[in-house]
């Protein structure tokens, strides 16, 4: 199967979430390297990552991603919170590097109504100015698609088209993200094999056919095309068990690294997620209640 995690907690230090993932039989891991909510730019310390590393290498975990800072935003066009983002874009980098992650996972920001074309402008001043130190080895830079709300940029596959190709053109591993409840509240539908096969023929024409490096799996509060990013527990919301079971009928979604990013009040709410993507990942129907 492919490998399945969460978003894990860090409380407690980086390897906590390495560890709260294995308790829960996870073969992949997302964590914040950082309080997502602040600008703190400490570099991740060499005993952290250690003691991360060493906790992946304990639990057989096969892919790991690191989520960048809520708070950062490529397309501001603020030119002091900018600066700010990029700044804290580059310690998210280097904590990338030094947990060994797979996937540097991140938000494309706002343009605040400055439009498309400011933005992606925006996003290659920051790449660029990032390049020279993007780390060798083998973290890939993912660009996550948005919900569409607020002016935030990603929606369409073909904007996150261009992003990808502005960041390999300055050498850096760049990929696509793919959040299913934001492909969705942004207009895409889920619904049956038809709508799914539509998304996967949009990602390989505008975002590339193997740029896809991760998937988001959430089902959605919201309803298609309403914008709202709101994440809902599998089978629960408006895409529902049919359209994530045709999701990983489709090739290009069933074979990559799975996070789930569903509401969790406690651990009890992940385990139930859990047993229901493994079962639609096994494409077995779901037990009957
Ligand atoms: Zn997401
Ligand atoms: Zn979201």
New binding site residues.
């Given amino acids: 199967m492919q490998p399945l995690g969460v978003h894990a907690s860090i409380a407690g230090g980086l390897h906590m979430a390495a560890l709260g993932a294995a308790e829960l039989g996870c073969t992949a891991v997302q964590l914040f390297s950082r309080s997502p909510r602040s600008w703190d730019l400490r570099k991740a310390g060499k005993n952290d990552a250690a003691l991360f590393k060493a906790a992946r290498k304990d639990a057989g975990i096969k892919a790991v991603s690191v989520h960048t800072s809520y708070l950062i935003n490529l397309s501001s066009p603020d030119d002091r919170l900018f600066g700010r983002s990029v700044e804290l874009f580059k310690t998210e980098l280097d904590a990338g590097a030094a947990l060994e992650a797979d996937f540097l996972v991140t938000h494309l920001g706002s343009h605040l109504g400055m439009g498309e074309a400011f933005a992606l402008e925006r996003i290659r001043q920051a790449l660029s100015s990032m390049a020279d130190d993007f780390p060798a080895g083998r973290l890939t830079l993912l660009f996550?698609n948005s919900a569409g709300g607020g002016n935030t940029f990603g929606r369409r596959m073909e904007e996150l088209g261009m992003v990808i190709e502005t960041a390999r053109a300055l050498g850096m591993n760049a990929g696509l993200c793919l959040?299913t409840c934001?492909a969705f509240a942004a207009g895409y539908p889920m619904r049956r094999a038809g709508d799914i096969k539509a998304l996967a023929n949009e990602i390989k024409n505008k975002a590339g056919r193997e740029s896809l490096g991760l998937i988001?799996l959430?089902d959605s509060k919201a309803a298609c095309g309403s914008n709202t990013d709101r994440h809902e527990h599998l089978g629960k919301g408006a895409i529902g068990l049919d359209g994530l079971h045709a999701f990983f009928d489709n090739a290009l979604f069933s074979g990559l690294p799975v996070i789930l990013?569903t509401p969790k009040k406690t651990v009890d709410d992940d385990r139930r997620n859990l047993s229901i993507a493994r079962e639609i990942l096994k494409q077995r129907p779901l037990p009957q209640k």
């Fill in positions: 996550e959040d934001h988001h959430n990013e």
